[in-house]
């Protein structure tokens, strides 16, 4: 059988044990179908050389199978290392038998599949090379060669299904029952992509007929033609809303009542779960070759921000439509709800219901191009595609390869040293009041040039404490190697990508970059990671705080007032009001040479080339700082301001910016946030107010404001 070379897009990972060793099992999108590639290979972890044969004899004892062998790495505390190579299901219970005699074993708690696509720089696509069977509906390739491919990202074109189900309202003492199932999106049919759309309900074959809707007799049919459905039809992806926690949750409880199984995966394999032990509501999805991706969890991971992600209220604001439910209560005669009266008296119409609700999510997929976003940001770090949250782990995926190739393992969680508190941005405190003309300078992604121009990086810490005098000073101890380190140089390499994803507008990569970059430093402070060491993040923020304090101090030596300062930004008042051609000008040239000062500074003081950059941002003819509520100091993090802005045609206008400020806050009523924005309009337009707030207070009296009044929580 000859090999051949197969390109494809990583959709789920697993492992499992096998006969003799553990079991890697990942499954692949392809131009030529369903690929899933098998490979059988031990797992390993690292204790000190000088335990070797100590842990040999208590692995023997114990019956664990143990391999061990010679490698050039070493721990944090500089002891030489051995690799240990065993099953994944004994690693634990080897770790806490050596644990009961003081033994530190390093790695144990990698997941298999994990390291063994991070170790070879697999990000999503991929180049398999291997002998290939045909199975039904796949390709399966054991113990083939998986590569990097980087133009298995770039024509990655996954079928997408959206699904949602239709129930009874929930209710105490009442059974749930399952009513229909629907979904809509693109799949391929004899070699063509193309759009469908199918609905299944409960109900007599003679029902009212009903567009794309077929009538099943009961809730175990409904459950196994779904099910079968979805093996013909084969998405790579399914995604509905709330879809893992409702949808799913209540799929499963179906399949638990009625003893059917719940294969939904790929090769006819059953659905299984991870239950979060830190909250009973969270639940964790693995249907073997399908990603799962919920539509909430996949915008907040693209950093969309909404005052309510109801499908309703997201679609009205992208889509501008709405549910052909309004979900206002209504009385129905014997029903709790109107899903229940329609599956009872109007078929069709809950089955359009159902199919729409498919197709409001697959278009708020399309409109924000949600799956192109996941795709590149499961590139960029090696998550896979419904893996949410996972700044950490993406982390973890780009930074262990490097440590490894420069010598070292990672250390274990608590290891870090953390008997200090590291301070987070600076805020200074601001002085309250109406301005004319204040410009904001703003540093650019502040963190990751602090961290890329003083090497502050976990290996360079270590490497930099064994030669303190000749390493580049941090704070509270801390001190970094100047040439010895990898999350400068990484920083460099994504800041670079990200630039050149701006200039061929893949907006998807460079917003991905950004996010991945701006969790570095999170990632540093958080005890929920294994470099977790307050030397590392004390030594950002504090470095913060001084460059923006002396970058204040330099600004007032030019002239002007430093009224604020927040994390990584100055406001400056030029004292005088100022056109915006003017103000312009001013801010270029400031930062400008605030640049050239902070190059030759930090050359000065430590021998470095500075990598920071602040840059001009924004203009306001117009702004307000306000004071703390019934006091005299100023806010912080809350302020308004106008901006002029050029219009398409060519026009200008003015724009009122709120930061912090009722009006921009989803807690406070519509009126509380729609008063605001008027009474700041009138302020800033320098037009009378007095007799329209004495208006707006006396309708509110009158009654007329209440539908405004509601709090949203």
Known sequence: ???????????????????????????????????????????????????????????????????????????????????????????????????????LVWEYDLRPTDRYLMERFIRGGARIEGCWQHKDGYLLCEQGRIKPSIDAVNTAALTVLSVDIETTFPKEGKRDQLYSIACHGHVMIHGLRETVSYIWMIGPTDSPAAEFCAYVVDETALLEIFFAEMQRLDPDVIIGWNFIQFDMNFIQRKCDELNVPFILGRNHQ???????????????????????IDGIEMLRQAQYNFDSFALDAV?????????????????????????????AQDKPALAAYNLEDCILVWDIFQQTELMDFAIQRSSLTGLL???????????????????????????????????????????????PGLYDSILVLDFKSLYPSIMRTFKIDPMGLIEGLKQPENSIVGFNGGCFDREK???????????????????????????????????????????????????????????????????AQWIETQGYDVIYGDTDSVFVWLKEKKTQAQADTIGKQLSTDLNGWWRETIQHEHQLQSLLEIEYET??????????RGAETGSKK????????????????????????????????????????????????????????KTEVANLMAGHKNQQLIYRK
């Open 1 to 103: 059988m000859s090999t051949i070379s197969q390109q494809g897009f990583l959709l789920t990972s697993r492992w499992y044990e096998g006969a003799q060793s553990t079991e890697l099992e990942f499954w692949f999108a392809s131009p030529a179908g369903p690929l899933c590639v098998c490979i059988e290979q031990p797992s390993v972890c690292f204790i000190p050389t000088t335990e070797t044969e100590k842990a040999q004899r208590l692995a023997h004892a114990e019956g664990i199978e143990l391999t061990t062998r010679s490698v050039q790495l070493l721990a944090f505390n500089q002891q030489p290392l051995i690799a240990c190579y065993l099953r994944q299901e004994e690693i634990y219970r080897f770790k806490y038998l050596l644990s009961d005699w003081d033994i």
């Open 270 to 292: 059953e659905v299984s779960w991870r239950h979060d032990q830190r909250s009973v509501n969270r639940s964790y999805v693995h249907v073997p070759g399908r990603c799962i």
């Open 315 to 343: 679609a009205e604001e992208l889509l501008d439509r709405h549910k052909l439910i309004s979900g206002v209560a209504k009385v129905y005669e014997g029903y709790d709800h109107e899903i229940e009266y329609l599956f």
């Open 385 to 431: 595609l419904d893996r949410m949250g996972g700044s950490v782990a993406g982390f973890e995926n780009l930074y262990l390869p490097l440590l490894h190739r420069n010598g070292y393992v990672a250390p274990n969680y608590d290891e870090g040293f953390s008997d200090i508190k590291s301070p987070g941005g600076f805020v200074m405190d601001s002085r």
């Open 485 to 551: 380190h990898c999350l400068p140089d990484l920083i460099t390499i994504l800041g670079e990508q990200r630039d050149q994803a701006k200039q061929v507008k893949n907006h998807h990569l460079a917003q991905a970059i950004k996010i991945i970059m701006s969790s570095f430093y999170g990632v540093l402070g958080s005890d929920g990671c294994r470099f977790f060491d307050m030397r590392l993040s004390s030594s950002i923020t504090q470095r913060s705080h001084d460059i923006i304090q002396r970058s």
């Open 619 to 628: 203009h306001y003819q117009r702004f307000f700082m306000p004071s703390i």
């Open 638 to 693: 809350r302020y308004a301001g106008t901006v002029q802005k050029a219009l398409i045609n060519g026009e200008l206008t003015t724009e009122t910016i709120f930061k912090g400020l009722e009006a921009v806050r989803s807690d406070w009523t519509p009126l509380a946030r729609e008063f605001q924005r008027q009474l700041f309009e009138h302020i800033f337009s320098e037009q009378p107010f007095q007799e329209w707030m």
